[in-house]
């Protein structure tokens, strides 16, 4: 166990709607960051939060975003869902923001119909 | 572009012998590089890394090798167990940026025999 928790673990939506996924990060940590991993697929860099603020984007539209919390959890929001959004998402909590060991938590299955 | 990329998608091995998983990667800026296994349901778990300055890393059963010359990267996996059956990725940590923004391989499927 890595102590990075994330809810829901499965869920499904239908196109246009909107979803929050929620990550706890593990104790001591004050980075996290988002990744979405297709079937069969290695996860794609969504972004990083340090210190509730966005810190690195990869290469996904403005309607995938984000929230950090005093308490370094954090939120990835996607809106107007397409159906290439269907994915596992990935959340990891780093020490620092600076490169190093990532945990990363077991993932919320999303389905998009 | 930056990527990262695995030669054989699925590798089959007796168990007890040595697996061997191999990546290429093309930024030749890249200067640090994780080796992940995820097992099925479950998140990528780290299992070694390496830093461009170093050409051989090892931990417990694993050995990672780096051949900065031909901008390749080797998982050794010695003793190989049933408990070792996953998808292994490997990834490297965009240095243009630094932070934990990670470029993934498509991941090598590793399937151990009994």
């Known amino acids: 166990e890595t102590g990075v928790t994330q809810s829901p673990t499965h869920l499904i939506k239908t196109r246009g709607q909107q979803v929050t996924l929620r990550c706890s990060s593990q104790?001591?940590?004050?980075?996290v960051s988002w990744y979405q991993q297709a079937l069969g697929q290695g996860p794609q860099f969504i972004f990083q939060?340090?210190?509730?603020?966005?810190?690195g984007r990869g290469n996904f539209p403005p309607r995938f975003s984000g929230l950090q919390f005093p308490n370094y959890s954090s939120e990835l929001n996607v809106n107007a869902l397409e159906l290439d959004d269907s994915a596992l998402y990935l959340c990891?909590?780093?020490?620092?923001?600076?490169?190093?060991?990532?945990?990363f938590g077991e993932g919320s299955r999303l389905t998009v119909l | 572009g930056e990527s990262v990329g695995l030669h054989l998608p699925t590798l089959s091995v007796q168990e007890g012998d040595n697996s061997i998983i191999n990546c290429a990667y093309s930024?030749?800026?890249?200067?640090?590089f994780i080796w992940y296994k995820q097992e099925s349901g479950k998140g990528p778990q780290f299992i070694i890394d390496?830093?461009?300055?170093?050409d051989k890393r090892q931990g417990q059963r694993v050995t990672v090798l780096l051949n900065k010359t031909v901008k390749h990267l080797s998982l050794q996996i010695a003793a190989t167990q049933p408990g070792d059956s996953a998808v292994y990725f490997c990834?490297?940590?965009?240095?243009?940026?630094?932070?934990?923004?990670?470029?993934f391989g498509t991941g090598t499927q590793l399937k151990v025999e009994l």
């Open positions: 390496i830093r461009s300055n170093m």
């Open positions: 990834a490297e940590n965009g240095s243009a940026g630094g932070g934990n923004k990670l470029t």
């Open positions: 930024n030749s800026a890249s200067d640090y």
């Open positions: 939060y340090y210190r509730e603020e966005e810190n």
């Open positions: 990891a909590s780093s020490r620092n923001r600076g490169g190093g060991e990532l945990f």
């Open positions: 104790s001591g940590h004050n980075t």
